[in-house]
């Protein structure tokens, strides 16, 4: 074999490792998934759901790296990333029957574990982030509605931070079945349009 034979040998083996090395790349990068800390990666379509039993026709993907199985799986997102979400009732009636305003702002996201997880993908999963935020806001003002009913409004008005518990205990259970956490709930505001509280401060002031 001449010289020119043996260096064309070598420049086409090269080309071929190239060739492959690059194609071995572009198909990892394909199939190789990283999950960040914000976000949860499911990995669907591999293995049948098994009623009764742990399988559930998924795998989920937190902060780690999995390669996709070509033609059998495939990949989507759910963004676990904190919601601010502002709840506000109008005319909302406490105990007393005098209707009251409130304003407040949640702080909430997709939980991260098992299985209050597993709800979010069955409700929120490929459907816009903001139809997730309306279920939240509605959820939050169904909830704040109730705990007004419950309260007066001099118990409302003066112990802001006691509503605010009582309501994240009873928004909790809801938003959980929704795949839900809540954070933190403050409370902004509380007005009347009948001027009840404004009374109340007179009175407390005189």
Known sequence: MSAEEVVSLILVSAVVGFVFLVGGWVVVRNLLFIAGPNEVLIFSGGAPAVPGSSQKGYELLKGGRRVRVPLLETVTQMDLTNMTVD???????????????????????????????SNALERFLDRPRADLIKVAKDTLEGNLRGV??????EEVNEDKIRFAEKLLDEAEHDLGKLGLVLDTLKIQNVSDEVGYL??????TSA
């Open 87 to 117: 709840v506000a009732v109008h005319g909302a009636y406490s105990k007393g029957g005098i209707p009251l305003t409130v304003q407040g702002v949640a702080n909430l996201k997709v939980a991260g574990h098992e299985p209050a997880i």
């Open 148 to 153: 007004l009913s419950q309260l007066t409004p």
């Open 198 to 203: 404004n009374s109340i401060g007179r009175k």
